[in-house]
């Protein structure tokens, strides 16, 4: 069984030190004393995120995964100013592309956009699949505060539409404001805090609700061949998809039930939360074919990862389906 692992992670050392060198600080945001040293802990090291030739291929190897489809992880240009931006992603697209070529058969990858200029985003896009060969993009959280449903981002999603390209997307920090709503306390330290608004909860809730706003936003009626990726198993929202339609369908312009728009143009991955229940649940809400496999490497290195998907209780025709059908149609491997 072909396995083919859509959500895996890297990071460009000339494109980490031209961050650095254009902006004097990395692509974080201000982070605590505490919270940092977790992050030094847990997450893994720039060699780690920059290797594409030994440690990456022996975990494939070991987990009988085929082909990784990468993009970039923290470490990413997106959100600078698009006087450097613009750049910097050519940069990093240019870098990404060399990498697949110089193992086709084991990598694919994502494009990175100047977001903060959507009609140069569109124009890159368009150079990164038809010139370099990238098969999609990956978005990060959100742009100054903006959420992509924004008409101002408009052009970045056209561009992929008419491309045929999906975009992925992906969590990152959350307004400090917000942290300090939910998730911050007297009653435990701000490496819970940090946790509990990161990977913990906080940033999957707020890619969820970055897709729930795109498709109450109408863009889907607009642009009703857009393909979306979200991971970790939706961000929550595959749990509401009833609710949503219970209450939104009457009160909204849509041509269609929310429901209706997340499985028709959304796909799921499980980011290395490889969990048996959330599976099926997903298979019984979205099916097969909007499903596909990932491991989130290497922020996350599961030892189950090769064993996943054949120990599940699926059919063949579904776990063919979930393990490389799917992402084949979707990216055209």
């Not at 561009?159 to 306390?185: E, G, K, N, R």
């Amino acid at each position: 069984m072909r396995l083919i692992a859509t959500e895996e992670h890297i990071e460009s050392a000339v494109v980490t030190a031209q961050i650095a060198a254009a902006t004097g600080k990395s692509a974080l945001p201000p982070l605590s004393a505490g919270l940092l040293g977790y992050m030094r802990d847990n997450l893994p090291t720039p060699a780690e995120m920059q290797d594409t030739t030994t440690d990456r291929l022996a975990y494939m190897d070991a987990q009988g995964i085929d082909l990784a489809v990468l993009s970039y992880g923290n470490s990413s240009p997106q959100n600078l100013t698009p006087e450097v931006a613009i750049r910097l992603c050519q940069l990093a697209n240019d870098a990404l592309a060399k990498q697949v070529a110089s193992q086709p058969t084991r990598y694919a990858g994502l494009a990175v956009l100047p977001v903060g200029d959507p009609q140069a985003a569109a124009m890159e896009l368009s150079r990164a699949v038809n010139e370099l060969g990238l098969r999609g993009v990956l978005l990060k959280g959100n742009y100054q505060g903006k959420f992509f449903d924004d008409p101002f981002f408009f052009p970045i999603f056209e561009q992929a539409a008419t491309l045929d390209v999906p975009i992925y997307f992906h969590p990152s920090f959350i307004p400090q404001t917000v942290t300090d709503h939910y998730f911050a306390s007297d009653n435990w330290s701000d490496v819970v805090t940090g946790i509990l608004s990161s990977a913990g909860y906080g940033w999957h809730m707020d890619v969820g609700i970055q897709v729930i706003r795109l498709i109450v936003s109408g863009i889907f009626d607009r642009l009703p061949e857009l393909k979306i990726i979200s991971g970790h198993w939706g961000e929550l929202v595959p749990l509401f998809l009833e609710r949503l339609d219970d209450e939104l369908t009457a009160y909204t312009d849509l041509k269609h039930s929310f429901s209706d728009y997340y499985r028709h143009n959304v796909y799921v991955t499980p980011s290395g939360i490889l969990s048996e229940p959330q599976l099926q649940f997903m298979l019984a809400e979205m099916g097969a074919d909007h499903l596909m496999f990932s491991v989130d490497y290497p922020y996350k290195q599961p030892q189950t990862a090769g064993s996943f998907l054949s120990h599940a209780k699926l059919s063949p025709t579904q776990r063919e389906q979930i393990a490389h059908g799917t992402a084949e149609q979707l990216f055209k491997l």
